[in-house]
């Protein structure tokens, strides 16, 4: 039993869904959240705000300029793609804070959140998760 509680400890405590999310940002929390996906992915459609850094690209260099003690959200297109979970990896070797978004970009839209991008949507005024 201890095993499993701190298997839902450390899920809650390395993931983040849409809602959770949503919401941090709405806040006003310290967040970056980060686009691993390809540039022409991001440019078509990603969360409005979120920030276009690859997964194949992160580096001391490249992560040079982020404020350190944000807490970094990555994410991808959602279940079918593990560019959010190389992003984690990634950033949490840079010594970042970090968080994977929980379904990416397909349940942030699943959900009913605005998009950005030349795809960009403005989402539903009724969420779906009631997280």
Known sequence: ?????QHYLDKLAYETDSSDLNAALAAGENIIVIDA??????????IPGAINLPHRTMSEETTQRLDGDALVVTYCDGIGCNASTKGALNMTRLGFRVKELMGGLDWWKRDG???????????????????
């Open 1 to 5: 039993m201890q095993a499993q509680l």
């Open 37 to 46: 996906r390809a540039p022409q992915a991001y440019a078509a459609e990603h």
């Open 113 to 131: 959140y605005p998009t950005a991008g030349e795809n960009g949507s403005q989402g539903s005024s009724e969420t779906l998760c009631g997280c």
